[in-house]
């Protein structure tokens, strides 16, 4: 198995494979840390699992082994020969060439419901989940492995020092769970930064009702823009926005919060609460 790290060197000497830093490339050598993936996933024999940058086929062997179907989607062209060799035993694998953020999941899957599990890049870990998370793909959960404090951040609570956007974007979604902290030794090569598993899963329907999904997303980045910034200040000097302070004041007045709190303080629910009143 190729999470073995004496098979991975072995392999990447027989394939003569250079790791490419556009495409972010650590390979997950830790057959622990691979199993708590599995079960953090929930991963059974009826699950159809799309993994995202297999890469060498380390995790896709295991998740071959545990799912019923697996579609593993790799950006890297150098990588896809290696692929079909290395999981030729599974049949049970389909292994497509592309973009993730390009490709159309639905239609890949001919809409049967996914978990999404994943060791992701950290230079694009945000925007693909983001792109999961807004494009209503249809998952059950999202299971990856990022930078651990991206991992924090994702589950953080208002008034932490980790709480911000991404926890407020993650939470509208889904409801995240860390599953593991993982060493920079779990790698090749090893990452600079320790990692960590989180588990998403998906909301049926979001924990609060809002009238416009996209307009809340744009009052809370504009709250999280400069953080040293009162949130009424951060939505006024928002360029997307135009909302006065005083409009901003009466709103916060109306939901029951101080004029001088910071975007770091509301919960969802309170953004929420606060997007209905000033979309209006």
């Known amino acids: ?37 599995i079960a953090a996933a929930e991963i059974t024999k009826e699950d159809t699992v799309l993994e995202i940058g297999p890469g060498m086929g380390n995790l896709t062997q295991h998740l071959a082994e545990n799912a019923g179907k697996v579609y593993a ?12 060799e290395t999981l030729s035993s599974y049949e049970n694998v389909e292994i497509i060439e592309g973009d993730i953020l390009k490709t159309d999941i639905g239609a890949l899957t001919e809409g049967r419901k996914l978990k999404i599990v994943a ?35 994702m589950a953080a609570g208002p008034g932490t020092k980790d709480y911000g956007a991404i926890s407020l974007a993650v939470q509208y979604y889904s409801e995240p769970y860390l599953a593991a902290n993982v060493p920079p030794n779990c790698f090749i090569p090893r990452p600079v930064v320790g990692s960590a598993v989180i588990r998403m899963k998906i909301h049926e329907k979001p924990p609060v009702q809002v009238k416009d999904e996209k307009f809340m997303f744009k009052l809370i980045k504009a709250s999280f823009g400069e953080r040293r910034k009162t949130l009424q200040n951060g939505i006024y000097n928002f360029p997307e926005l ?18 001088r709190i910071r975007g770091e303080k509301l919960t969802l629910e309170e953004f929420a609460r606060l997007s209905d009143i000033l979309g209006r």
């Open 73 to 84: 989607v790799e950006i890297d062209k150098k990588l896809i020969p290696i692929l079909h």
């Open 242 to 259: 135009d909302i006065s302070k005083e409009a901003v004041a009466d709103a916060l007045n109306k939901v029951g919060l101080d004029e």
């Open 1 to 37: 198995m190729l999470s073995n790290p004496r098979v991975t060197i072995d392999a990447i000497k027989k394939y003569n494979f250079t790791f490419q830093k556009k495409f972010g490339q650590n390979f997950l050598i830790d057959d622990h840390v691979i199993g708590k993936i």
């Open 119 to 153: 060791n992701l890049p950290y230079y694009i870990t945000t925007p693909i989940i983001m792109s999961l998370l807004e494009g209503h793909v249809p998952a059950e959960s999202i299971t990856v492995m990022v930078q651990k404090e991206v991992a924090e951040r």
